[in-house]
């Protein structure tokens, strides 16, 4: 199986501020990548071990659930934009695929289904604890983690919000695997369907939030970052100052390639190369950046939860690409930073929190 290798960081963080060192902690990037997994291994997409004799988790909720996408037109139309993508980026999909993509797009409505009627939610993903590092171990020493998901955002007080649900096990208790489990007639969303991927987890070093910090060490750390920026940014207007004629095109393209190469990098951030990796990953620190940071407290018995596992809609962005793994840094950043095809929210990332107390208390979450 083909490793994936987090490059070094930019800089090493702690030589700048030791303190925290104190704050270090550990994330395993799981790396999803297309694949074919079974049902013994840890994957996102693929086959979950669940008891042939076991209720397979429905949704109950109140919601329309009667109309939408075909789980198989969503994985078909990606087969089809997928190919179109390898043989010819600038072109996009022929006449006759554009005609295929149109039909399997089409939303079907699904008769006599009423909006409370049980819908079989979408098994997400299974971790066994044995490839995890970060996993913690579940309650009566369950080893598996498997997530699961209502392909519907129709839930809670707002009506917008998902339903989610984990289910810890043995895994050595499945003598009788599930074969074929049932799956939702049609979804809302494509975002929810993901495709087959199988993991290659990856432990690394991680930090808080610098919003999470210690406010002293937080202000110092703001501060080096707009020293950084301020230097690179002084070294950009020195070069824009510089006079410079060509005689021909050729010329020209010499001494951009030449003064491109000689460019300041932008300097590297906290929040973004140093302390917090994307990508679907498990344990860890939690990314605040489109809110302020929200205490996650255990709904039975108050204590302060842990971060569990991130669902993110892209494994790297096409910014500075620090956390790109090492084999995957010369593939595009389009198709290829999207193997699980999730999408949480509008392009962000899921934080599932559980409780370090009691296992079988119920999770909670974030979107970011």
């Known amino acids: 199986m083909t490793r994936r290798t987090t490059p070094p960081r930019p800089l090493d963080i702690e030589e700048h501020f030791p303190e925290l060192a104190a704050h270090r902690g550990t994330t395993t ?3 999803p990548r297309p694949g074919t ?27 329309g659930r009667n109309h939408g996408r075909r789980p198989a037109d969503i994985h078909e139309e990606r087969r089809i934009l997928a190919g179109a993508w390898a043989r ?8 006759e695929e554009r005609r295929l993509l149109a039909e399997l797009s089409r939303e079907h409505r699904v008769a006599d289904l009423a909006d409370t009627d049980p819908l079989p939610m979408i098994g997400l993903a299974q971790l066994y604890r044995r490839d995890i590092a970060d ?14 998901w209502c392909p519907f955002d129709r839930h809670g007080a707002s009506g917008y919000g998902m339903s989610l649900h984990l289910r810890r096990r043995r895994s050595r208790e499945v003598t009788n695997p599930l074969a074929t489990p049932p799956q939702p ?4 969303y494509a975002g929810y369907i993901p495709e087959p991927c199988v993991l290659h987890p990856e432990q690394v070093t991680t930090y808080p939030f610098a919003g999470l910090l210690p406010a002293e060490l937080c202000a110092r750390i703001d501060a080096w970052e707009e020293a950084l920026e301020e230097s690179a940014e002084a070294a950009r207007e020195d070069m824009t100052d510089e006079v410079q004629s060509w005689d021909t095109e050729a010329e020209y393209e010499e001494w951009a390639r030449a003064r491109e190469a000689k460019a300041p990098p932008e ?9 917090i990796p994307p990508g679907w990953r498990v344990g860890g620190f ?8 929200s205490p996650m407290d255990c709904r039975t018995c108050a204590a302060p939860m842990d971060l569990l596992l991130t669902i993110d809609s892209s494994e790297w962005d096409g910014g500075s690409g620090s956390w790109t793994p090492v ?7 389009h198709g290829s930073a999207t193997p699980t095809e999730v999408t949480v929210g509008r392009w962000g990332e899921l934080n599932i929190f559980t409780c370090p107390m009691n296992g079988a208390h119920g999770p909670r979450w974030s979107i970011q």
Do not use: K, N
């Not at 007639?185 to 809302?188: F, L, Q, S, T």
């Open 185 to 188: 007639e049609v979804v809302g």
């Open 135 to 148: 996993l913690p171990p579940g309650p009566d020493d369950c080893d598996l983690l498997q997530v699961f």
């Open 327 to 333: 084999e995957d840094r010369d593939l595009p950043t």
């Open 88 to 95: 010819d980026p600038a072109a996009g999909p022929i006449e």
């Open 37 to 63: 997994p079974d049902a013994s291994m840890s994957s996102v997409g693929g086959p979950l071990l669940w008891p042939a004799d076991e209720p397979w988790p429905v949704c109950t909720e109140s919601h």
């Open 267 to 275: 300097p590297p951030a906290y929040q973004y190369d140093l302390s």
């Open 286 to 293: 939690a990314s605040w950046h489109l809110t302020d940071p």
């Open 29 to 31: 990037r799981l790396h």
